[in-house]
């Protein structure tokens, strides 16, 4: 995609700087269309720029043992992959993996700092956006334990609905891009769980279940369910 | 009586290292200093977040207490440091505690100044942000210390923490110039407060440290090391 006419208006870069820039990183980045299931980046790897996911969908992985891969974040187009390398020692403590074919722009850590630096809306953002991902990581640990099932998946549940949004606003048609064995994963439960769970869900028609596409019915009452835990540690004295 | 930026020796301070010298007068200006006993209470976990601190003295802890869980320390601060950023971002309620380790002067940045000065000084914005992705990353590489360390790894780790923010008594080069209490120690590793004290023995015996009363004596720097990098 050409960052002077780029038709992704949801994208950081395009929101947050200014035009003369946007021409400057339409230079300077390189463009990769990666198909499905494929790496972008490994754990280890060392951290030479940012990824601007143009289009498509990617997970991000954290290992956790030897054999375990735990699905930490989802990302959808225009946003930024690979902000976990950012340090002093600039590798990737996880690695990003594409769910479907991709879009991926890569800009060096010498012109993204160029960036940063001169659009101060840009820095601010980043800035707000890094406090946001330290909270919600942390959050996510200590709500984690406590968590029903139920409210785990509701939460990841909503979590998809906010990076990917609906295939289709009127249906409600979420737009999953996670197979369901990673929604558990994601989720932080076993597949049968999940299973348990949504089944659930669609009786109490929060969701629906339309051609093996989920369809959300009731998006009040799933936050409803994942916020309990939330609020009750936020209102706590 | 008023500290002012412009004149201020604090130069690792973020304000002071990365405002302009116009900005320095207005953050003056807008700020309020306060002093904490020991054992003091700043924010709480819950509260509404109205500002950023500035720690200006004293040392700092900073704890989360989820519902019935352990009170676990997931940050140590000094002087010249920056105090409740955690607070920014989603909902600005702090999912943290910060409590006083000893009598500590703290100086209240109110939020919509803090803003300012952060669209204002690029540079400000620049290295809060990359302070805010170190720190995403010790969190969450604290987790997964947690979730897979021996006790003897994690309290390894936990002492290397408080070397690294605390450094070591200017006059005695390998004592710990401050050594926070056992049951502190137990928190900042997410174990007890007997095994604390297990390890801890176990590695005075092993002559990798050295037990003075309260303080800790840091002998073999490079063996602490070498446990903290086996993950």
């Known amino acids: ?237 | 009586m008023k500290r002012k930026c412009e004149t201020c020796s604090h130069h690792n301070c973020f304000i002071n290292k990365y405002c302009s010298d116009e900005w320095k007068p207005l953050i003056t200006f807008h700020k309020t200093s306060t002093d904490y006993p020991a054992g003091a209470t700043i924010f709480s976990e819950g509260d509404p977040v109205k500002g950023i601190y500035q720690i200006y003295s004293g040392k700092i802890k900073v704890i989360t207490s989820s519902n019935g869980e352990k009170e676990r320390i997931v940050r140590l601060a000094k002087e010249e440091q920056i105090l409740g950023h955690r607070g920014l971002g989603g909902e600005m309620i702090y999912p943290v505690t910060a409590i006083t380790l000893e009598e500590s002067q703290l100086t209240f940045i109110p939020i919509d100044i803090f803003y300012n000065a952060l669209k204002a000084n690029p540079e400000l914005a620049f290295n809060m942000l990359m302070f805010y992705a170190d720190e995403l990353k010790a969190s969450e590489k604290r987790m997964k210390m947690l979730a897979s360390m021996t006790a003897k790894e994690k309290i390894a780790v936990s002492i290397m923490n408080i070397v690294n923010t605390f450094g070591f008594n200017p006059n005695d080069s390998n004592l710990l110039s401050f050594t926070p209490t056992r049951k502190d120690i137990a928190s900042i590793a997410g174990t007890t407060y007997e095994t604390v004290i297990r390890v801890l023995g176990d590695l005075e015996k092993n002559n990798i440290i050295a037990l003075e009363g309260k303080v800790i004596r840091v002998k073999d720097l490079e063996f602490l090391k070498t446990l903290c990098e086996r993950n």
């Open chain 1, 1 to 237: 995609m050409d960052c002077r006419n780029c038709p992704n208006t949801k994208c950081f870069i395009q929101k947050h700087c200014l035009s003369a820039w946007l021409e400057y990183t339409q230079h300077h980045k390189t463009s990769k269309q990666i198909s499905a299931a494929k790496t972008i980046f490994s754990e280890g790897d060392l951290v030479t720029g940012i990824h601007v996911l143009c289009s498509g969908k990617v997970k991000v992985l954290l290992k956790t043992s030897k054999e375990k891969e735990h699905i930490i974040r989802i990302a959808g187009q225009g946003q930024v992959l690979g902000h976990r390398g950012f340090s002093e020692k600039m590798v990737y403590p996880i690695s990003a993996e594409t769910l479907i074919e991709s879009e991926v722009a890569f800009i060096s850590n010498e012109d993204f700092f160029k960036l940063i630096r001169a659009n101060k809306d840009l820095s601010f953002y980043m800035m707000m956006f890094f406090a946001d991902e330290l909270l919600r990581s942390e959050q996510k640990l200590r709500v984690h334990a406590l968590k029903t099932s139920k409210e785990k998946v509701a939460s990841a549940l909503l979590m998809v609905v906010s990076t990917f949004g609906f295939k289709d606003e009127k249906t409600k048609h979420i737009d999953l891009g996670l197979s369901l064995r990673e929604l558990a994963n994601f989720a932080t439960i076993s597949y049968p769980t999940l299973l348990k769970v949504l089944d659930i869900l669609l009786e109490e028609e929060i969701i629906r279940n339309i051609d093996n596409e989920l369809c959300l019915l009731n998006e009040t009452a799933l936050i409803n369910i994942s916020t309990k835990e939330n609020l009750h540690l936020s209102h706590k004295k």
